[in-house]
Structures are given as structure tokens and as C-alpha cells.
């Protein structure tokens, strides 16, 4: 996707270029500035914010991938390293160049990550097995195992399902566990030496009960019950970090974390951090959608939606994750596996033939031309069908993915049809789950949006609308998404600590001190669109006899007979 927008010129404050830059200076040089880092599927981005956080001083960025080993989704432990230090060499080379000073310190830290997936350590601290990340599907017998027994859903993804798929598979590893964590719970607790995760993160890796803001202790109770009996029977409580909710101080920088992050030496020990994250809650926070009946759609290698709830849903259904905000409100989730990755490589693909026809053109132009020829296909996407799965989507029942393009004889090929469709398949798993919560009665009031998709003005918002039959905003913010969020939820930590009695919740916090001046550009649905997308979706829901053919007839290196 394209790259997002540079930090924005914290100049325009005042209109005095030289004053503002000073005073910018001397709080980075004073260490009263908040740092987010997120890693993201793609990309690990850092931001940095100052006394007003809705403003990004300054940021940077490191491109990474995860990699399909022995069948299984992965990242390398030293890839997260190296590339968290390449991010943070980026910002900090940022900020010297904007500013003239290079940080030493910050008031406050945070780290978030994609959620979900398996991070096993033993008692020496050593990784147990490569990291098993949310992408991954193959615990279908555990997933279906626990839904049953905790009487919750447990999707794919999960770590308690990761964990569970193990003992169910003999692993033999499985003896040797002495602690789970995320990726964010990792990371945070290399940096600070403790095992904390914010409730947000943790409702991905077991149930919460919202009343404590703690893992559900009854469901915990019945998970160990229901492990007595096997070969590797644990206790879950004492494998899980502890949980913690925004605003809570949730540990300090030691020297060695500070060396981790920086090994130029120049990075201080000391700053504060708050509880670590995943990618849903600071979406949840860039977007200023922590309320009941607000939500979000977050789009990028996954696409899901956030709708933070006013009551218990009445069923049990495959479709929704119920998760929290990183308050503890509770959330439903509808999580795809598969979001804009088939769409950038399409762009690729159109960029490569512009570059060979002898008339390069950069990537941002390449989406916004591609984008833009949506808006002229026919609203159904003249017949066409495009399928995103490059992985196993549990929504849709699929174990793997294939990315499929279909069409029948008497379908309109064209650019923009094509185009249209691609867009339409992005959202079109979130809206066959999107259905199962309209089905429930969840009210909503607003729901907005963020990722590389949007960039584009008027073009995935407006499908978007189309596809939930809502109006979808999107914030005008200096904000850098998930990164900015963590960087939030930082300032906000470092907010409460200066006010310990009379501090604002988190959605105060975000209403009047941060979205306070924030304008958004909000799109209603077309109807014309409502009704082509109806009809893309029933084919497309048709169709997915086709991908599951395509499973079966096009087997994955390493599984052909």
C-alpha cells in the first residue's frame, strides 16, 4: 500500500515557524514527548507526539514481511529486533532533522502489535517454537474443541487455540511452556522486564471478563479442568501475562531495553510505559471509537471491524470475536484474515506493465489512478468476482487461501470493473460477518475508518458505505493509525500519572483532548451502490464453492502429491 502521509509541520500552531519549532525542541529535548511503536504485518511504524497529542511531531518507519515456513505464518525473533531498531533509527533521524535535536529520552512509551497467534517461552526464556502468528489456521480441532466447552467463541487465531492445538497435537514442546505472550507482550517485556499485556491484547488470547478487567476466572477454571487429564496438562493462569488496562503504568525502560531499541547508545533508561496493545484497540483509539455504539473498520494486510457493545449478544457465533477497548468495554470483532494485500499486488502488477510500456509511474499514483477507475465501473462490478484469500479465512469456513479473479462469458471486462472488483472483494467477507451483527440488533451510531485503502479520497470509503449500508467517516488527523494510537494511549498514561486522583477516562481523554479539534469527511451510501454491492456479494457468496475447488485443485508447495 502507499506510504502514509509525513508527520504533520507542528508550525501552523501559532504561525511562528521559529517559536513553535523551539518549543517543540526544547520538549523532546526535556523528554515530554510520548513514543508509539506498532508492528504491523507489513510495516513497523513509530510516532512521536508532544504536549497536544492529536499532532504527530514526527515519525519513521521499516518494511518487513512475515515469511510461510514448514506451513506455518512466521516472523523471526531478530527480524522483529532489527527492525524495530530500524524504525526507531528512522524516527529519531526524523526528529533531528526536523527539529535539530535528537530524543534522549520521552515522558511516556508504548508498543503495539497485530494481535493474537503464539509466542511459547520456557524457564530460561528461550522460544520454545517458531512465533505462530494470527494468520495462521490450523487450529480448526482446538478452536471447535473450546467454542464448545468455554461456551464462547475461541476463532483460529487465538493463543489460548494455539496453545490448546499443541497439547491436542502431543507437541512435544508443550511440557516445557512456561509462558505465553503476543508479540506486543514480547516486545514490552524485553524493553521493560515485565509480563503485562493491556486488556485489549489479552481478550485475544483468552476471554475477559469485563467486570474485572481480567481473564474470565471461571473459564479459566474450566479450560484446566479440561486439560487435567491429558499428557500436558497445565495451569493456564500461571503461562498468561498479567493484564492491565489503559492508563495504568505498566512498567519503566531498563538499560538493557534501551539498548534493544537504540544501540547507538543514545536512548536513556527510565521513561514510563503504558500497558502494551494490539492493533484493534489502538485502531479503536485513532479513531476515537471506544464508546458504545461507535466502531471502526480497520484495513490493511486483515480488515476488521470494531463495534463496541451496549449489551450482551444473545448467541454463540463463529463470526464474531468478542473482545474488549483497551478500557475493557466489551467489543465485537469481525476479524478477516484476508484484506488490501491481493489489491497491492495488483497495483504492483499494473506498475511493473507502466514501468515496462517505457512510462514509470510511483506506487501512490499507481492506486490513485487504479481507484480512481473504480468509480466509473458498473455497480455490481459488471459480473466480475475477486476472492483476496491469500490465507485460510475462518469466516467463510476456508483452511487456506487461493486468490481468485472469476467471470462468466457474459460478464463486462473491464479496467474499472475489474478495479471495482477488487475494492468490492476486500470488503466482502467483513460484510457477510457485518450481517451476522445487524442480525443481533447492535445499534450503531457511527462508524469509521483508517488504513492505506482510504487514502484515496472518495473511492474504498464510499464502497465501504455501500457494503454496511452506513455512513463511514474518516478523521482528518496528522495521525499515523495504529502507531499514533499507541502513542495515545501513552500520553494518556503519562496524563494519569500526573493526575493519579482526578484523571479523565480514556474516552474523555480522547473527546476533549485529543479529537477536540478533529474534522472528519463523512460518506453516506450511494444507493445505487447499495444495490450493485448486494448483488456482487450474493454471487460472491455463491462463488466460494469455486475457492473451495480451487483448495483442493491447486495444493500448496510442499502438500502436491
Known amino acids: 500500500m502507499p506510504t502514509p502521509p509525513a508527520a504533520a509541520d507542528a508550525s501552523v500552531a501559532t504561525g511562528n515557524v521559529a517559536a513553535d519549532r523551539a518549543a517543540i525542541r526544547d520538549a523532546i529535548a526535556d523528554g515530554r514527548t510520548s513514543l508509539g511503536i506498532e508492528l504491523g504485518s507489513t510495516r513497523i511504524k513509530a510516532c512521536l507526539v508532544g504536549d497536544d497529542p492529536a499532532t504527530a511531531l514526527a515519525v519513521g518507519s521499516h518494511d518487513w514481511e512475515n515469511q510461510f515456513v514448514d506451513r506455518t505464518w512466521t516472523y523471526s525473533l531478530d527480524t522483529v529486533w532489527s527492525g524495530l531498531q530500524a524504525a526507531y533509527a528512522d524516527l529519531a533521524a526524523d526528529v533531528e532533522r526536523r527539529y535539530g535535536v535528537r530524543p534522549q529520552t520521552f515522558g511516556a512509551i508504548g508498543v503495539s502489535a497485530m494481535m493474537h497467534g503464539y509466542l511459547a517461552f520456557d524457564e530460561n526464556d528461550e522460544l520454545l517454537v517458531p ?139 527510565g521513561a514510563v510505559f503504558c500497558p502494551p496493545e494490539g492493533d484493534a484497540g489502538t485502531g479503536m483509539v485513532a479513531t476515537a471509537s471506544v464508546a458504545p455504539r461507535t466502531g471502526n473498520v480497520s484495513a490493511g494486510t486483515s480488515i476488521f471491524a470494531m463495534v463496541v457493545l451496549e449489551h450482551p449478544l444473545a448467541g454463540v457465533h463463529h463470526e464474531l470475536d468478542l473482545v474488549t477497548t483497551p478500557a475493557g468495554d466489551p467489543v465485537a470483532m469481525v476479524h478477516c484474515n484476508n484484506g488490501a494485500s491481493e489489491l497491492a499486488a495488483w497495483a504492483g502488477l499494473f506498475g511493473r506493465f507502466s514501468a515496462a510500456a517505457g512510462t514509470p509511474v510511483d506506487a501512490d499514483t499507481v492506486f490513485e489512478t487504479l481507484l480512481g477507475e473504480a468509480l466509473e465501473g458498473d455497480s455490481d462490478a459488471g459480473g466480475l468476482l475477486a476472492y483476496n484469500y491469500l490465507a485460510g479465512e475462518p469466516i467463510t469456513g476456508l483452511t487456506e487461501g487461493r486468490p481468485l479473479v472469476v467471470r462468466s462469458p457474459d460478464s463486462r471486462l473491464t479496467l474499472a470493473n475489474f478495479m471495482r472488483a477488487q475494492v468490492y472483494g476486500v470488503f466482502g467477507t467483513l460484510a457477510l460477518g457485518m450481517q451476522v451483527l445487524n442480525e443481533e440488533g447492535v445499534a450503531l451510531e457511527r462508524m469509521f475508518a483508517h488504513g492505506g485503502i482510504f487514502r484515496t479520497a472518495g473511492v474504498a470509503q464510499r464502497f465501504l458505505a455501500a457494503a454496511l449500508d452506513s455512513p463511514v467517516s474518516i478523521a482528518h488527523s496528522a495521525s499515523e493509525g495504529g502507531a499514533w494510537g499507541i502513542a495515545v494511549l501513552a500520553a494518556y498514561t503519562a496524563a494519569l500519572t500526573a493526575e493519579p486522583d482526578d484523571g479523565p477516562t480514556l474516552e474523555a481523554y480522547l473527546r476533549d483532548r485529543v479529537f477536540d479539534r478533529a474534522s472528519f469527511e463523512t460518506v453516506h451510501p450511494v444507493a445505487d451502490d447499495v444495490a450493485g454491492f448486494a448483488s456482487y456479494l450474493a454471487r460472491y457468496r455463491a462463488g466460494l464453492d469455486i475457492e473451495r475447488a480451487a483448495q483442493t485443485a491447486l495444493p500448496l508447495e510442499g502438500t502436491r502429491p
Not at 474443541?145 to 476463532?155: A, H, R
Not at 531499541?261 to 536512548?267: N, T, V
Open 131 to 269: 512465533f505462530r502468528t494470527w494468520r495462521n489456521t490450523s487450529t480448526g480441532v482446538a478452536a471447535a474443541e473450546l467454542s464448545e466447552v468455554l461456551g464462547v467463541n475461541i476463532p483460529l487465531r487465538w493463543s489460548i487455540a494455539h496453545l490448546h492445538q499443541a497439547i491436542v497435537d502431543d507437541e512435544p514442546h508443550v511440557a516445557q511452556v512456561r509462558s505465553i505472550t503476543t508479540l506486543a507482550g514480547y516486545v514490552h517485556w524485553r524493553l521493560t522486564g515485565r509480563r503485562v499485556i493491556g486488556v485489549g491484547d489479552a481478550s485475544g488470547m483468552f476471554p475477559i471478563d469485563s467486570a474485572t478487567c481480567d481473564y474470565d476466572a471461571r473459564l479459566l477454571d474450566r479450560y484446566d479442568e479440561l486439560v487435567a487429564g491429558r499428557s500436558a496438562a497445565v495451569h493456564l493462569a500461571e503461562l498468561l501475562p498479567a493484564v492491565l488496562v489503559a492508563g495504568e503504568a505498566a512498567g519503566t525502560l531498563t538499560g538493557d531495553g534501551a539498548m534493544l531499541l537504540d544501540p547507538s547508545s543514545g536512548l536513556r533508561p
